[in-house]
Protein backbone atom coordinates (compact mmCIF):
# COMPACT_ATOMS: atom_id res chain seq x y z
CA UNK A 1 0.00 0.00 0.00
CA UNK A 2 1.49 3.59 -0.46
CA UNK A 3 2.77 5.62 2.20
CA UNK A 4 -0.16 8.35 1.73
CA UNK A 5 -2.57 5.79 2.97
CA UNK A 6 -0.96 4.62 5.82
CA UNK A 7 -2.80 7.04 8.11
CA UNK A 8 -5.98 4.76 7.76
CA UNK A 9 -4.33 1.75 8.94
CA UNK A 10 -4.51 1.28 12.96
CA UNK A 11 -1.01 2.35 14.69
CA UNK A 12 0.87 -1.16 14.83
CA UNK A 13 -0.15 -2.82 11.88
CA UNK A 14 2.83 -3.34 9.80
CA UNK A 15 2.08 -5.97 7.51
CA UNK A 16 -1.31 -7.78 6.22
CA UNK A 17 -2.47 -11.42 7.21
CA UNK A 18 -3.61 -11.93 3.75
CA UNK A 19 -1.68 -14.67 1.85
CA UNK A 20 0.95 -13.69 -0.90
CA UNK A 21 -0.89 -12.70 -3.91
CA UNK A 22 -4.07 -12.54 -2.38
CA UNK A 23 -6.71 -9.90 -3.94
CA UNK A 24 -8.42 -9.17 -0.49
CA UNK A 25 -4.96 -6.90 0.34
CA UNK A 26 -5.93 -5.11 -3.25
CA UNK A 27 -9.22 -4.43 -2.40
CA UNK A 28 -8.64 -3.24 0.80
CA UNK A 29 -5.97 -0.62 -1.04
CA UNK A 30 -8.72 0.34 -3.29
CA UNK A 31 -11.51 1.23 -0.50
CA UNK A 32 -8.75 3.16 1.27
CA UNK A 33 -8.16 5.18 -2.06
CA UNK A 34 -11.91 5.87 -2.49
CA UNK A 35 -12.23 6.95 1.12
CA UNK A 36 -9.12 9.07 0.90
CA UNK A 37 -10.35 10.94 -2.60
CA UNK A 38 -13.94 11.51 -0.72
CA UNK A 39 -11.61 13.33 1.70
CA UNK A 40 -14.36 11.37 4.46
CA UNK A 41 -13.87 11.59 7.81
CA UNK A 42 -13.47 8.53 9.64
CA UNK A 43 -14.53 9.24 12.92
CA UNK A 44 -18.18 9.64 11.17
CA UNK A 45 -18.19 5.84 9.65
CA UNK A 46 -18.54 2.69 11.20
CA UNK A 47 -16.82 -0.50 9.50
CA UNK A 48 -18.82 -3.72 9.82
CA UNK A 49 -17.65 -7.23 9.16
CA UNK A 50 -18.33 -11.00 9.60
CA UNK A 51 -15.88 -13.87 9.77
CA UNK A 52 -13.52 -14.74 7.13
CA UNK A 53 -10.04 -13.36 5.43
CA UNK A 54 -12.42 -10.40 3.80
CA UNK A 55 -13.77 -9.76 7.38
CA UNK A 56 -10.25 -8.83 8.10
CA UNK A 57 -9.91 -6.27 5.28
CA UNK A 58 -11.44 -2.96 7.97
CA UNK A 59 -11.01 -5.09 11.51
CA UNK A 60 -7.95 -4.97 12.63
CA UNK A 61 -6.92 -3.37 9.83
CA UNK A 62 -8.59 0.07 9.90
CA UNK A 63 -8.16 3.24 12.01
CA UNK A 64 -11.50 3.95 12.74
CA UNK A 65 -14.83 2.77 14.57
CA UNK A 66 -14.91 -1.23 13.27
CA UNK A 67 -17.37 -3.98 14.69
CA UNK A 68 -15.83 -7.57 13.90
CA UNK A 69 -19.52 -9.16 14.07
CA UNK A 70 -20.64 -12.81 14.26
CA UNK A 71 -20.26 -14.91 10.73
CA UNK A 72 -23.36 -14.71 8.56
CA UNK A 73 -24.83 -11.05 10.68
CA UNK A 74 -22.82 -8.71 9.54
CA UNK A 75 -25.75 -6.67 7.78
CA UNK A 76 -27.76 -6.74 10.89
CA UNK A 77 -25.34 -5.42 13.24
CA UNK A 78 -24.71 -2.73 10.71
CA UNK A 79 -28.87 -2.43 10.58
CA UNK A 80 -28.87 -2.23 14.14
CA UNK A 81 -25.57 0.59 14.02
CA UNK A 82 -27.57 2.28 11.79
CA UNK A 83 -30.64 2.43 13.68
CA UNK A 84 -29.16 3.58 17.11
CA UNK A 85 -27.14 6.77 14.92
CA UNK A 86 -28.71 7.32 11.80
CA UNK A 87 -26.03 9.78 11.36
CA UNK A 88 -22.81 7.18 10.98
CA UNK A 89 -21.59 6.56 7.46
CA UNK A 90 -21.80 2.60 7.54
CA UNK A 91 -19.82 0.46 5.62
CA UNK A 92 -19.99 -3.30 5.81
CA UNK A 93 -16.78 -5.19 4.20
CA UNK A 94 -17.01 -9.20 4.02
CA UNK A 95 -16.84 -12.27 1.90
CA UNK A 96 -19.42 -13.79 -0.56
CA UNK A 97 -19.99 -16.51 2.28
CA UNK A 98 -20.38 -14.60 5.19
CA UNK A 99 -22.59 -11.94 3.12
CA UNK A 100 -24.55 -14.43 0.65
CA UNK A 101 -24.46 -18.29 2.09
CA UNK A 102 -24.77 -17.93 6.23
CA UNK A 103 -26.02 -14.04 5.50
CA UNK A 104 -28.17 -14.38 2.91
CA UNK A 105 -31.30 -13.55 4.49
CA UNK A 106 -29.95 -10.34 6.16
CA UNK A 107 -28.49 -9.70 2.38
CA UNK A 108 -31.60 -9.34 1.00
CA UNK A 109 -33.76 -8.24 3.56
CA UNK A 110 -31.08 -5.00 4.36
CA UNK A 111 -31.62 -4.60 0.35
CA UNK A 112 -35.32 -4.87 0.70
CA UNK A 113 -35.85 -2.30 3.57
CA UNK A 114 -33.32 -0.27 1.57
CA UNK A 115 -31.18 0.16 4.54
CA UNK A 116 -28.68 3.18 3.92
CA UNK A 117 -25.60 1.20 3.63
CA UNK A 118 -22.94 0.51 1.60
CA UNK A 119 -22.20 -3.34 1.36
CA UNK A 120 -18.51 -4.41 -0.49
CA UNK A 121 -18.96 -8.30 -0.78
CA UNK A 122 -15.82 -9.80 -2.10
CA UNK A 123 -16.22 -12.60 -4.38
CA UNK A 124 -13.12 -15.17 -4.17
CA UNK A 125 -15.41 -17.94 -4.95
CA UNK A 126 -14.84 -20.09 -2.14
CA UNK A 127 -14.40 -20.01 1.83
CA UNK A 128 -10.97 -18.76 2.23
CA UNK A 129 -10.34 -18.83 5.50
CA UNK A 130 -12.00 -22.46 6.42
CA UNK A 131 -9.80 -23.89 4.02
CA UNK A 132 -11.78 -23.65 0.39
CA UNK A 133 -15.08 -24.57 0.38
CA UNK A 134 -17.74 -24.75 -1.94
CA UNK A 135 -20.02 -21.49 -1.71
CA UNK A 136 -22.71 -20.08 -3.02
CA UNK A 137 -20.88 -18.13 -5.85
CA UNK A 138 -18.91 -21.17 -7.12
CA UNK A 139 -18.81 -21.61 -10.71
CA UNK A 140 -20.43 -24.92 -11.97
CA UNK A 141 -17.69 -27.12 -12.11
CA UNK A 142 -15.33 -25.90 -10.04
CA UNK A 143 -13.41 -28.07 -7.52
CA UNK A 144 -13.24 -27.04 -4.09
CA UNK A 145 -12.83 -28.58 -0.71
CA UNK A 146 -15.68 -30.21 -0.49
CA UNK A 147 -16.55 -30.75 -4.42
CA UNK A 148 -13.67 -32.94 -5.21
CA UNK A 149 -15.85 -33.84 -8.60
CA UNK A 150 -16.64 -30.72 -9.33
CA UNK A 151 -19.37 -27.92 -8.02
CA UNK A 152 -22.68 -29.27 -9.75
CA UNK A 153 -24.77 -25.99 -8.88
CA UNK A 154 -25.61 -22.87 -10.11
CA UNK A 155 -23.87 -20.19 -8.25
CA UNK A 156 -25.99 -17.26 -7.27
CA UNK A 157 -25.51 -14.13 -9.51
CA UNK A 158 -25.40 -11.23 -6.27
CA UNK A 159 -25.77 -8.38 -8.34
CA UNK A 160 -29.33 -9.67 -9.72
CA UNK A 161 -30.23 -10.76 -6.41
CA UNK A 162 -29.68 -7.79 -4.75
CA UNK A 163 -30.74 -5.71 -7.48
CA UNK A 164 -34.14 -7.59 -7.13
CA UNK A 165 -34.26 -7.32 -3.63
CA UNK A 166 -33.98 -3.32 -4.23
CA UNK A 167 -30.84 -1.93 -3.74
CA UNK A 168 -30.21 1.25 -4.59
CA UNK A 169 -27.09 1.17 -6.33
CA UNK A 170 -25.74 -2.39 -7.93
CA UNK A 171 -22.23 -2.33 -9.47
CA UNK A 172 -19.57 -5.46 -10.33
CA UNK A 173 -15.77 -5.07 -10.90
CA UNK A 174 -12.53 -7.09 -10.12
CA UNK A 175 -9.84 -6.03 -8.59
CA UNK A 176 -8.11 -5.79 -11.88
CA UNK A 177 -9.98 -2.65 -12.46
CA UNK A 178 -8.48 -0.38 -10.09
CA UNK A 179 -9.70 2.98 -11.46
CA UNK A 180 -13.32 1.31 -11.84
CA UNK A 181 -13.41 -0.02 -8.91
CA UNK A 182 -12.58 3.09 -6.80
CA UNK A 183 -14.86 5.47 -8.84
CA UNK A 184 -18.21 2.45 -7.54
CA UNK A 185 -17.03 2.58 -4.29
CA UNK A 186 -17.33 6.57 -4.14
CA UNK A 187 -20.31 6.51 -6.07
CA UNK A 188 -21.93 4.33 -3.91
CA UNK A 189 -20.87 5.71 -0.69
CA UNK A 190 -22.47 9.13 -1.89
CA UNK A 191 -25.26 7.49 -2.91
CA UNK A 192 -28.35 6.89 -0.18
CA UNK A 193 -29.87 3.63 0.53
CA UNK A 194 -28.65 0.26 0.22
CA UNK A 195 -25.61 0.37 -2.67
CA UNK A 196 -23.88 -3.33 -3.34
CA UNK A 197 -20.55 -4.00 -4.73
CA UNK A 198 -19.32 -7.19 -5.78
CA UNK A 199 -15.37 -7.30 -5.64
CA UNK A 200 -14.18 -10.39 -7.92
CA UNK A 201 -10.90 -11.08 -6.26
CA UNK A 202 -8.20 -13.98 -6.58
CA UNK A 203 -7.61 -16.39 -3.84
CA UNK A 204 -5.03 -17.98 -5.10
CA UNK A 205 -3.98 -20.04 -1.72
CA UNK A 206 -7.37 -22.34 -1.93
CA UNK A 207 -9.43 -21.91 -5.22
CA UNK A 208 -6.69 -20.49 -7.22
CA UNK A 209 -4.24 -23.89 -5.93
CA UNK A 210 -7.19 -26.38 -6.38
CA UNK A 211 -8.58 -25.43 -10.03
CA UNK A 212 -5.18 -25.22 -11.13
CA UNK A 213 -5.08 -21.82 -11.75
CA UNK A 214 -1.18 -20.80 -11.64
CA UNK A 215 0.16 -18.28 -9.36
CA UNK A 216 -1.04 -14.59 -8.52
CA UNK A 217 -0.24 -13.09 -11.31
CA UNK A 218 -1.92 -15.88 -13.52
CA UNK A 219 -4.90 -15.78 -11.56
CA UNK A 220 -5.05 -11.87 -12.26
CA UNK A 221 -4.40 -12.34 -15.97
CA UNK A 222 -7.24 -14.80 -16.20
CA UNK A 223 -9.71 -12.41 -14.33
CA UNK A 224 -8.10 -9.66 -16.76
CA UNK A 225 -8.83 -11.79 -19.73
CA UNK A 226 -12.66 -12.56 -18.39
CA UNK A 227 -14.02 -9.38 -17.30
CA UNK A 228 -16.12 -7.57 -20.21
CA UNK A 229 -18.51 -5.04 -19.96
CA UNK A 230 -22.48 -5.25 -19.59
CA UNK A 231 -22.76 -3.50 -22.84
CA UNK A 232 -20.36 -5.96 -24.97
CA UNK A 233 -21.83 -9.31 -22.82
CA UNK A 234 -25.90 -8.27 -24.16
CA UNK A 235 -24.13 -9.19 -27.85
CA UNK A 236 -22.84 -12.40 -26.92
CA UNK A 237 -24.59 -15.73 -26.47
CA UNK A 238 -25.16 -17.40 -23.54
CA UNK A 239 -22.42 -20.18 -24.97
CA UNK A 240 -19.60 -17.09 -25.12
CA UNK A 241 -20.72 -16.11 -21.87
CA UNK A 242 -19.99 -19.01 -20.17
CA UNK A 243 -16.48 -17.75 -18.41
CA UNK A 244 -17.11 -14.32 -18.68
CA UNK A 245 -17.72 -11.48 -15.61
CA UNK A 246 -19.97 -9.25 -16.47
CA UNK A 247 -18.63 -5.71 -14.90
CA UNK A 248 -20.49 -2.38 -14.31
CA UNK A 249 -23.26 -0.25 -12.51
CA UNK A 250 -25.68 -2.76 -12.97
C1 LIG B 1 -21.74 -19.72 12.74
C2 LIG B 1 -20.43 -20.02 12.07
N1 LIG B 1 -20.39 -20.98 11.13
C3 LIG B 1 -19.24 -21.27 10.51
C4 LIG B 1 -18.10 -20.61 10.85
C5 LIG B 1 -16.79 -20.97 10.17
N2 LIG B 1 -16.42 -19.98 9.18
C6 LIG B 1 -15.61 -18.96 9.46
S1 LIG B 1 -15.26 -18.00 8.15
C7 LIG B 1 -16.19 -19.00 7.15
C8 LIG B 1 -16.31 -18.75 5.67
C9 LIG B 1 -15.72 -17.48 5.19
O1 LIG B 1 -15.88 -17.37 3.82
P1 LIG B 1 -16.10 -15.99 3.13
O2 LIG B 1 -17.12 -15.20 3.84
O3 LIG B 1 -16.36 -16.25 1.68
O4 LIG B 1 -14.74 -15.21 3.36
P2 LIG B 1 -13.26 -15.49 2.80
O5 LIG B 1 -12.53 -16.17 3.91
O6 LIG B 1 -13.36 -16.33 1.57
O7 LIG B 1 -12.76 -14.11 2.51
C10 LIG B 1 -16.76 -20.05 7.85
C11 LIG B 1 -17.63 -21.09 7.25
C12 LIG B 1 -18.17 -19.63 11.86
N3 LIG B 1 -17.10 -18.90 12.22
N4 LIG B 1 -19.35 -19.35 12.44
S1 LIG C 1 -7.03 -18.05 1.95
FE1 LIG C 1 -7.42 -17.03 -0.02
S2 LIG C 1 -8.73 -15.26 0.48
FE2 LIG C 1 -7.76 -15.97 2.40
S3 LIG C 1 -5.90 -14.73 2.63
FE3 LIG C 1 -5.31 -16.62 1.58
S4 LIG C 1 -5.42 -16.17 -0.63
FE4 LIG C 1 -6.58 -14.57 0.49
Known amino acids: MVRELEKYLRPGIGVTTYCPGCGEAILMGLILRAIDELQLNMDDMLFVS???????????HFHADTLHTLHGRTIAFATGAKMANPKLKVM?????????????????????????MTV??????????????????TPRGALTMTTHQGNP??????????????AAYVARYAVTQPMAMIRSIKKALQTEGFTFIEAITPCPVQFGRRNRLGNPADMLKDIMARCIPEEQAEQLTAEELKDKIITGEL
Open 50 to 60: GIGCAAWIPSP
Open 92 to 116: VISGDGDLSDIGGNHLIHGARRNMD
Open 120 to 137: ICANNMNYGMTGGQVCST
Open 153 to 166: FRPFDLCRLVKAAG
